[in-house]
Each structure stands twice: as structure tokens, then as C-alpha cells.
């Protein structure tokens, strides 16, 4: 058995490294930790060797993304009950590139890279005073071709499904937070977004006059969606991956199958259901830019 219980880091494939590494040094405030093979840049966000990496390219986008587990059992035995129980086929890497010194790699349904590693090197980043300097990384959403076909791939590796929007729109968790992992049924494969948690509303604010300062507009928001009801807000980064800003989001008591309680929830207990796209949105009828859907 495995216990996945973390979105590790997102990688990005980079154009313009220098562009895109000022945005995550100077905007979000990340620590450069290392540089990797191909000059790839790790930065880091917490204690983490790196939460996000970006690698030189000739194109943008999601190029992997990492979820770190805990088990009784052996990197190859992980590997070895992966393909038993779940034909899911592992490539084991070792010592490739820095902070994971083992890894897992495999491509999910949708044909996105994901590594699977129980360990990463810890760091001391500092914890700069300038930049946006969220609490952590704290979700990935995805298009895919299947939105329901991806909720069930990953169900097998423990996650839960929390929520819906209609039914082209799911979210999973792997841990307490509503969701770390979500899946957006589109023709198009990439990613929809990364969200980073802030610590409360007057960070967020505050960050929102900081990003101003640093010429960036917001694409959505403020304001509180329905599913998760974290309070969010969209821009973009020098290449124009979509990052979202959020806090307050829901906490999923797994082990009850309820949300924790909120004076914003109309359900009391708030269970995992399926939103209307209207009623999930805003539910302070900020109007959604087309740009996001
Ligand atoms: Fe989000």
C-alpha cells in the first residue's frame, strides 16, 4: 500500500527561462535552490528542495508533476504492486536530477507525466520578506479528454473525489485539503492551473496591489467559488500558465465524508455533490471571464 498525501511540485517546459525565473524568484518570492542537467532551475517555497521547476524549452505548459507517498514498502515493491494492482507500468530513476533522489515515473491516462517519489531533500529557504510568498503549492487542475475516466485512475491511488461541477468537472484529494488534484474535461490537453494558498484574506489583498506593482493584471477575481468555497483569484505567469491565489478553502474530513463547517455552507453537513456551473462559479456573482473556461 501507498499513501500519496501531497502535490510535491508542478514543472514547467520554459521559453524564456529568464523571464519565467524572475516571475518565480521576484513575483512569488521563491527561492532558487539549484540548478539542474539541461539548466533546468528548481525553486522552492517551503522546506521543500523545490516546488516548482522550470526547464528550458521551445515550448510552454506542463512538462510533469510530482506526488510525494508514504509506505511500509521498498521503492521497487511500490513500483512492483503499482503494475499488479493497478497495470500501471513505472519507470524507476535514480539519482537524475537534484532534491528526489528516487523517483517513480509514469504517464497517467491522459498522457501527462507524473513521479511518485517518498522522499525529497529538505531545505532552509530563507523565507524571503519580498514577493507574493504563498503558504505552499496547493492544487494542479488539468484538462483532459475524460474528466471521469482521470477521477477513477486516481481514485486507485487513494485519492477522493470531493466534487463535481456538472459532470465535466472533478476534484480529488489526497489529503485534508478540498482538492490537490483537479480535472477539467476540454478538447485540449495542458494545464488549466496551479493554485497557491495564501494565508488569509489581507495577504491575498495585499498581494493583489503587490502584483500590480509588478504590472501583472488580474484574468478573475476576488471572490468565493462554490466547490471548495476558497476565495480566489486568477493571473498569469511570464508565459502565461494560469495561477490562481486562493484561501479559506474547505477542509475534507476524509474520515467522515463532510466538509468541515462553514457559516458560508448552505448544506449542513457540506458532503461532496455535484454543482451546477452557475451555483459554483461565484457565489458573489462575480462574472467568470471566458478566458478561464
Ligand atoms: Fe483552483
Redesign the pocket.
Known amino acids: 500500500m501507498i499513501d500519496i498525501f501531497k502535490l510535491g511540485f508542478v514543472e514547467f517546459d520554459a521559453k524564456d527561462m529568464r523571464a519565467m525565473s524572475t516571475y518565480y524568484s521576484d513575483t512569488m518570492g521563491f527561492t532558487l535552490t539549484e540548478y539542474g542537467p539541461g539548466g533546468s532551475a528548481y525553486f522552492s517555497s517551503s522546506t521543500d528542495h523545490h516546488n516548482i521547476v522550470l526547464t528550458p524549452s521551445n515550448e510552454s505548459g506542463i512538462r510533469s508533476f510530482g506526488l510525494q507517498y508514504k509506505s511500509d514498502l521498498g521503492i521497487e515493491e511500490v513500483a512492483e504492486y503499482l503494475n499488479l494492482n493497478f497495470g500501471i507500468t513505472t519507470e524507476l530513476k535514480t539519482d537524475v536530477k537534484p532534491g528526489i533522489y528516487q523517483y517513480l515515473q509514469f504517464t497517467d491516462p491522459e498522457g501527462y507525466e507524473v513521479h511518485l517519489y517518498p522522499e525529497m531533500t529538505m531545505t532552509n529557504p530563507g523565507f524571503k520578506t519580498k514577493g507574493i510568498l504563498p503558504n505552499k503549492l496547493g ?1 494542479l ?1 488539468l484538462r483532459v479528454k475524460d474528466a471521469k475516466k482521470q477521477v477513477e485512475f486516481y481514485k486507485q491511488l487513494g485519492f477522493h473525489n470531493t466534487d463535481w461541477i456538472e459532470s465535466f468537472f472533478g476534484f480529488m484529494t489526497c489529503n485534508y485539503d478540498h482538492h490537490v488534484l483537479n480535472f477539467f474535461t476540454s478538447e485540449h490537453k495542458g494545464m488549466h ?1 496551479i ?1 497557491f494558498e495564501m494565508r488569509n484574506y489581507s495577504h491575498l489583498v495585499e498581494k493583489l496591489d503587490f502584483l500590480r506593482l509588478n504590472n501583472k493584471n488580474l484574468i478573475w477575481g476576488p471572490s468565493r467559488h462554490g466547490a471548495g468555497h476558497n476565495i ?1 483569484c486568477y493571473h498569469e505567469d511570464a508565459e502565461g500558465n494560469l495561477i ?1 491565489l ?1 484561501t479559506d478553502a474547505d477542509i475534507y474530513i476524509k474520515e467522515l465524508g463532510i466538509f468541515e463547517p462553514r457559516p458560508w455552507h448552505k448544506d449542513f453537513p457540506q458532503k461532496p455533490k455535484v454543482w451546477s456551473t452557475d451555483e459554483c462559479l461565484s457565489l458573489w456573482g462575480v462574472d467568470f471571464e471566458k478566458a478561464l473556461v
Open positions: 492544487h487542475s492551473h493554485a480566489a490562481e486562493f
